[in-house]
């Protein structure tokens, strides 16, 4: 039984080296246009989240409205004004 599970280990292992070498090449083959991009949000960097002044929902910074010192979530809120 001992040797059964040694030989099922021994398979997945060599599996998953050949699937991480095959990922590695076809990256290294692939056209610049299609190769990953770096940006400043990938890889555990996290963006800024800020709360929108009249519902209270925190979103990205970048999907925020801002205006009068304020940030809004939707058009239609910013309208409505801050909540009090």
Not at 20 to 45: C, E, H, I, T, Y
Request: charged residues 20%; aromatic residues 8%.
């Amino acid at each position: 039984m001992a040797k059964l599970f040694i030989w099922i280990v021994v398979i997945l292992a060599v599996l998953m080296v050949a699937r991480v070498l095959s990922f590695a090449k076809a990256k290294r083959n692939a056209p610049p246009d299609q190769r990953p991009q770096n940006n400043r949000f990938q890889k555990g960097a996290t963006e800024p989240m800020v709360r929108c002044a009249h519902c209270g929902v925190y979103l990205p910074r970048s999907e925020a409205l801002m205006s009068n010192h304020h940030t809004w979530c939707s058009l239609e809120h910013a309208k409505h004004g801050p909540r009090k």
